[in-house]
């Protein structure tokens, strides 16, 4: 059945991203696939995106890895720590930037004029004693909002705006984005709202409340583009490359666990990195799900594999495997960040 399905997922050219339509995920899917022939498909969550890249359902998955102003999106990393085996044979074939900037979605209400929300500030606490102000203000009045949808990712990316203008409303995180506003568009009351693109809200009918309320006006998030490969890992290599040939331009992510009782275990670890000259270019870490307060590390660097074992990367896999425990190769693929960032 594995067979079957990889074998349709490929003919078809499928591809699962995190839905519903007009998501952020969505949105960058369509940027990179929307051009080709590609049938895109939403999944509900991440891990439906992994199961599906994982049983060969679709040709590939993009997924949402990290946030230039929240951070990591820790539902991925944990799907790519793997702790049950489940997703083997899933590997990052590529990246994909987009530019997100946020709305307020919701329905207008005639009865809460623009001014009364304004001037907003947020209250001032010991551990941010002046916090920052919005960059917006609503487009109308606000105080009819009771409760708020959104993704974490994006609650965190829009805080300054938040404590300002919706101060003590209730906030009920979803799996996307568009789901937060696939629930609003079905309010009958007025009293809810989304955080959202204008996007979505062309979609789903909804009034723009504000644009732009996220911290940052550079607020960029981070895709990953993954496919599946057979047990054979030299298989999801996209080009050949011959001895000699620069690695520069690549990434590459692993993951590894270490003796916690060791001191230096970790340093040891990124001392190979540095041995082998390649840097670094994010770090982090989930709970190993095997025992309290141990650790899985992420490290993303640049350069990528060779076939036949050359090259300092596969040099620097080969010492990080034989001082670590568990060390795990989840993909090289071409950096495509955005040249104003580098």
């Known amino acids: 059945m594995v067979d079957l399905m990889e074998g349709l997922g490929l003919e078809l050219g499928l591809?699962?991203?995190?839905?519903?339509p007009s998501s952020y995920t969505h949105q960058a899917a369509m940027e990179d696939f929307g051009e080709r022939s590609f049938v895109l498909e939403p999944r509900g969550t991440i891990q439906d995106i992994f199961a599906a890249v994982q049983s060969g359902a679709v040709a590939y998955g993009v997924v949402p890895f990290e946030n230039s102003t929240y951070g990591s999106v820790v539902y991925t990393l944990d799907l790519f720590a793997d702790r049950q085996f489940q997703y083997t044979n899933v590997y990052v074939y590529g990246e994909a930037y987009l530019d997100v900037h946020h709305c307020l979605l919701g329905h207008q209400s005639s009865s809460s004029p623009v001014d009364d929300s304004l001037p907003g500030d947020a209250t001032p606490t010991h551990q941010s004693p002046s916090p920052p102000r919005p960059k917006t203000q609503p487009l109308t009045g606000v105080r009819h909002i009771k409760r708020i949808y959104s993704h974490p990712q994006a609650f965190g990316q829009c805080e300054a705006f938040l404590s300002t203008y919706l101060k003590g409303v209730e906030r009920q995180e979803v799996s996307s984005t568009s789901k937060a506003a696939e629930i609003v568009a079905k309010d009958t009351t007025g009293a809810l709202a989304a955080i959202s693109s204008k996007v979505a809200a062309q979609v789903h009918d909804l009034d723009v409340l504000a644009t732009r309320i996220e911290d940052r006006d550079d607020n960029t998030t981070r895709f990953l583009i993954l496919r599946r490969a057979s047990n054979d890992e030299s298989s999801i290599e996209t080009e050949p490359l011959q001895l000699g040939t620069k690695t520069h331009g690549w990434k590459?992510?692993?993951?590894?666990?270490?003796?916690?009782?060791?001191?230096?275990?970790?340093?040891?670890?990124?001392?190979?990195?540095?041995?082998?000259?390649?840097?670094?270019?994010?770090?982090?870490?989930?709970?190993?799900?095997?025992?309290?307060?141990?650790?899985?590390?992420?490290?993303?660097?640049e350069g990528r594999r060779e076939s036949e074992g050359l090259g300092e990367v596969n040099q620097a896999l080969a010492q990080l495997g034989s001082i670590t425990r568990g060390c795990r190769w989840h993909g090289s693929w071409r950096d495509r960040i955005p040249r104003r960032y580098k």
């Open 15 to 20: 591809v699962a991203y995190l839905g519903p």
């Open 252 to 301: 590459t992510l692993v993951n590894f666990t270490i003796d916690h009782h060791s001191p230096g275990a970790l340093a040891d670890a990124l001392q190979v990195f540095k041995i082998s000259g390649l840097n670094l270019t994010s770090i982090g870490s989930r709970p190993s799900g095997m025992t309290p307060w141990h650790y899985i590390f992420f490290v993303e660097f």
